[in-house]
């Protein structure tokens, strides 16, 4: 897999989604493909656990920066064990039901620390992590949607639906998003990774509430369309209950590139069970925007419509490391 130079990469996204992307990145920086790994994460949940410490401690929502954490842990017994320490939710009646071990942890440090970033940091080395993790702003926020089809007397009409876990769950079809405030202050850490960056790999994960947020924030916007790093965007393996209904690969390529004009894309990565009709709509939209699509095989074999760590890593290598890199 290794290529003649190891190479910075930045991931941004969050949930099951990145912490997948991560998982397989985390095995290129042991194959030494990837010698410098960031993670820039969506902070905008408002549901479970870290909405209950974000409106108790007016935080960001740790929930998505510790599945990044935890999954950028080693592979040895060291790294599997802080892993699922930091997963670790609490049980029983009380009012520590529900809560997450890396939430409550990471939250104290940013009390005791009074930074993010730094307080991340130290997170990431108490758990000897092969990469950072940053928080894709410093303010807390909400996502806000325009989403049509709410109202029964007057299906064409736009109801606002503001909140992660709304947005998330919505029963109509979402058609704009962005977020309050709009435009949230950015760690200049990020925007120089992002600058720095060989590679930035955008997705999988939900596409509305936790991929597209990340090209509603005006400096990291602006920062990726800046960048001379080839983009790669990983697509979701089916359409998502709630964000995209109805969406076939094409459609989510096409409202991520209306949400982030200018944004110029090297690669767009999806799986190998698309049927002819999808690759070839896929292929035209992708070609629009002057990247190439590739096809491989990165779902999981059990069923579920996840990506498999180590098929990504593969996949990822191969792009990395082709003749077009």
């Not at 993670?39 to 401690?57: H, K, P």
């Not at 998003?177 to 060989?198: G, I, R, T, Y």
């Not at 969406?247 to 894309?265: K, M, Q, S, T």
């Not at 096809?295 to 579920?304: E, I, K, S, Y």
């Amino acid at each position: 897999m290794s290529s003649a130079r190891a190479q910075a990469a930045v991931a941004l996204g969050g949930g099951h989604g990145l912490h997948a992307s991560l998982s397989a990145l985390r095995l290129l920086v042991d194959d030494l493909t990837v010698d410098d790994l960031t993670a820039i994460v969506t902070v905008a949940d408002n549901g479970g656990s870290s909405g209950r410490l974000r409106g108790e401690f007016g935080v960001l929502p740790p929930g998505d920066l510790r599945m990044a954490l935890a999954a950028l842990c080693g592979s040895d017994t060291w790294g599997d064990t802080w892993a699922r320490v930091l997963q670790h939710r609490f049980e029983g009646n009380g009012e520590m039901r529900g809560h997450v071990v890396g939430n409550l942890l990471i939250v104290g440090l940013w009390e005791l620390l009074g930074d993010h970033v730094d307080a991340l940091d130290w997170v990431g080395r108490l758990l000897g992590a092969k990469g950072r993790v940053l928080p894709m702003a410093l303010t807390p926020m909400d996502i806000r949607a325009e989403v049509r089809g709410l109202d029964p007397a007057d299906p064409d009409a736009l109801t606002t639906v503001r909140g992660q876990v709304e947005v998330a769950t919505t029963e109509g079809v979402i058609t704009a998003l962005d977020l309050e405030p709009p435009d949230p202050e950015v760690s200049p850490v990020v925007l120089e990774k992002v600058a720095e960056a060989d590679w930035a790999f955008i997705g999988p994960g939900s596409w509305f509430s936790s991929v597209i947020p990340h090209l509603r924030v005006s400096a990291l916007r602006e920062a990726l369309v800046a960048t001379d790093a080839r983009v790669v965007v990983v697509l979701n393996l089916e359409e998502q209950a709630g964000e995209t209904p109805g969406f076939g690969p094409a459609d989510h390529l096409a409202v991520l590139f209306e949400h982030a004009p200018g944004l110029r894309v090297h690669a767009v990565l999806a799986d190998t069970g698309l049927t002819d009709e999808q690759a070839a709509e896929l292929r035209r939209t992708a070609a629009g925007a002057g990247a190439q699509l590739v096809l491989d095989d990165v779902a999981r074999d059990d069923g579920t419509a996840r990506h498999d760590p180590d098929k990504l890593a593969a996949a990822y290598a191969r792009i990395m490391t082709g003749p077009d890199a």
